[in-house]
Nanobody, 125 residues
């Protein structure tokens, strides 16, 4: 499985961005896919995930109501719509995938087997 993340950029607080994670080598519907982010000097933290098949989405508390994760099976892509961006959302965003993810491990970075290269999101105040 290969993942290709894109869509990052420099925006102002309150703006929106849409990140995309293109999956190749396997149908994205067979995978649970998550977005993590890593701010400068910090560890990689969970942002959002969508379970394989027709599973529900999950979000970390700080992005609930602002971010939305979705899957486009025709394009084999998982997207992260980010609205009302804040300076604290500034980070490199990574998509990760797992074919065997369980709910109790959803926020655990090592539960995901495959990762994209990351895309930088910078939110200015």
């Amino acid at each position: 499985v290969q993942l290709q993340a894109s869509g990052g950029g420099l925006v102002q607080a309150g703006d929106s961005l849409r990140l995309s994670c293109v999956v190749s080598g396997r149908a994205s519907g067979d995978l649970s896919v998550a977005w993590f982010r890593q701010a400068p000097g910090k560890g990689r933290e969970f942002v959002a995930a969508i379970f394989r098949n027709y599973g529900r989405p999950y979000y970390t508390d700080s992005v609930k109501g602002r971010f939305s994760i979705s899957r486009d099976r025709a394009k084999n892509t998982v997207s992260l719509q980010m609205n009302s961006l804040k300076p604290e959302d500034t980070a490199v965003y990574y998509c990760g995938a797992s074919s065997r993810l369980i709910l109790s491990s959803i926020v655990v970075r090592t539960a995901y087997n495959d990762w994209g290269q990351g895309t930088l999101v910078t939110v200015s105040s």
